[in-house]
């Protein structure tokens, strides 16, 4: 009798144990997170570590592993978007001092009335700069502006927004940015401008990007400028860099950008922004020239 029973409730306590162990390890896996462990894994992580192994140990040449794994990452980053990119660590490798700069090549007086001024790229000290210059040129006697963006593909945007709010009104939206993991925000102009009543010109091409374009297109959005060039890049990525523990780089693109009048400047959305007069990079200060003259 007994031994009947025991037959009997051992496939149940069976049964009971595998399905605590089954609960406990996704619980597990969920908690440990980066860290679980691989037979906790998902099959995808299988598949990738089998095929990675196949290709060690079959493939007709030596192939390191590391560089398979770089060249991996770097192939899927790129099938996101053509922004989100991979820096894998080097052995023995001192990162290069960065110079620094502020982003803004030239400033000048081309004509007693009309200034000049060429922005690179957005630094740290972009803004600050800009404003130096914009006091300088407005103390020579600037009334019109041009402003050149050409060949500028972003940097910080904030940057770029404060810019814009020495052309713009108060509590105007410049921009917004949403991200899936980030809360969505709306950057507005905050105070009176240095230059909100002069004539603009703004100088685009298709390397103009990001921040560059963000830039433009508030001040088109607003008609504070027209825009002279060629149509802009079509960046509306916002990129943030995460540090791997291995020290290696991950550029993610984290959220885009939507214009004041709800525009997405990326190829695939509502396009890139387009210039009233078009004008190649050649003539596109002279056709700003004529333009503000009339």
Known sequence: MNANKKQTWLPVIFTLILILGMVF????????????PGFLKSSSKDLYEDAIGLIEKKYVDTIQKD???????????QSLDPYSDYTPLI??????????????????LL????????????????Y????????????SGMQQLILDLSNNKGGIIEEAVEIADEFIESNKIIATVKGKALPDKSFITKRPGQFEKGKVAVIINEHTASAAELLAAALQDYKRATIIGKNSGGNAFIQ??????N??????????FYTS?????????TGRLKPEIIASDVDAIQQSLEWLKR
């Open 25 to 36: 390890g996704y619980k597990l896996r969920d908690d440990m997170g980066d860290f679980t």
């Open 67 to 77: 560089s398979l794994e770089t060249v991996a990452i770097k192939s899927f980053l």
């Open 111 to 126: 004509k007693p009335t009309i200034g000049y001024i060429r922005i690179s790229e957005f630094t740290e000290k972009t």
């Open 247 to 256: 020290g290696s780089i991950i550029q993610l693109s984290v959220a885009r």
């Open 240 to 245: 943030e860099s995460f540090t791997l523990k």
């Open 91 to 108: 052995a023995n490798q001192t990162a290069p001092a960065k110079i620094a700069t502020d982003g803004i090549d030239s400033a000048v």
């Open 128 to 139: 600050e700069s800009f404003m130096k210059k914009m006091e300088m040129l407005n103390q």
């Open 261 to 269: 009048q709800g525009r997405c400047l990326q190829p695939s959305d």
